[in-house]
DNA sequence: CTACCATCTGTAGTAACTACAGATGCAAGC
DNA sequence: GCTTGCATCTGTAGTTACTACAGATGGTAG
């Protein structure tokens, strides 16, 4: 392939709603490897658009970089890797449901307390008067 | 009161449930006033006792910690602060309303990867491929 | 020739803790 | 008297995942 498909860290960020300061973070921290350069510029070809769209999706769906690291290695690494790949989804998910039931409970109480504040109370403000049991 | 009815710090944690470290953060950022001191150790009345409860319980619901500072005088100004109280809580309750729904369409996707990976698939793994897209 | 644009490097800031390292002082046991 | 252990102290650095500069550089457009 041509040298000239290759695109700079601007274009990839437009194409992947990546910030830029996020790319080369990434890079600096092994997510994504260091790209070929034209002089000092980095140049991005259609497998590391690839890599960065893998890792945002990652991301998206909450896995941590670490996990996403391994992921990565998983994918590329190409093979037998799907009961990996799934006790990592497994944990994942454990960790946000946890993280969901927290927030119904917040959710709930806060709920509760907003609605008692709104009902206008004599005393005082019943928000004020939980946290302050 | 007494002097005697101070507590030491390691008691506080004990009684509040929050870690020593925390406490000194707390203190650091002014969060909570420095507290009196025997010598050079920390010593808490039932002042002291209550603000912190009132922190953790504050951070329970997912305030953050500015908005507890704000929260904190309005409980210790004692006035008419339920509207501002109420607002907060809103704005919180939104947060938390947000954040779950983020968490329910993660939940919902690794759900079915993590069944789609079970199945067995052929080719590859479900995982992998939908974050390859 | 100057203005502008994208890019570069390197560092520091964010939120809310958490985790040391290394010092100090007191009380109990031998 | 001496040692051991405990709780506390201060101060600094690490965590997660970015984000936000400052200040330099190079190429193109008017």
Redesign the interface.
């Known amino acids: 392939m041509p040298p000239s498909s290759t695109i700079p860290i601007g274009e990839l960020s437009r194409r992947t709603g990546c910030n830029i300061e996020t790319i080369r973070y990434y890079e600096r921290i092994g997510i994504l490897p260091a790209p070929v350069r034209r002089g000092r510029f980095r140049r991005y070809d259609s497998g590391g658009v ?1 890599r960065l ?2 890792v945002r ?2 991301r ?3 896995f941590p970089l670490d996990t996403v690291r391994t ?1 990565l290695a ?2 590329e690494g ?1 093979g037998h ?2 009961d990996q ?2 006790q990592m ?2 944990t ?2 454990a960790d ?2 946890a ?2 039931a927290d ?2 409970r ?2 709930a ?3 509760d ?2 609605h008692a ?2 009902a ?2 004599a005393g ?5 008067e ?4």
Do not use: I, N, Y
């Not at 939980?130 to 049991?133: F, I, K, R």
């Open positions: 690839r769209a893998f999706r990652a998206e769906l909450g992921l998983l994918a190409g890797s799907c790949a799934r989804a497994e994942q998910l946000v449901l993280k969901r927030l119904d917040m959710a109480v806060l709920g307390l907003v504040c709104g206008g109370d005082g403000c019943p928000l004020l939980a946290l302050s049991d």
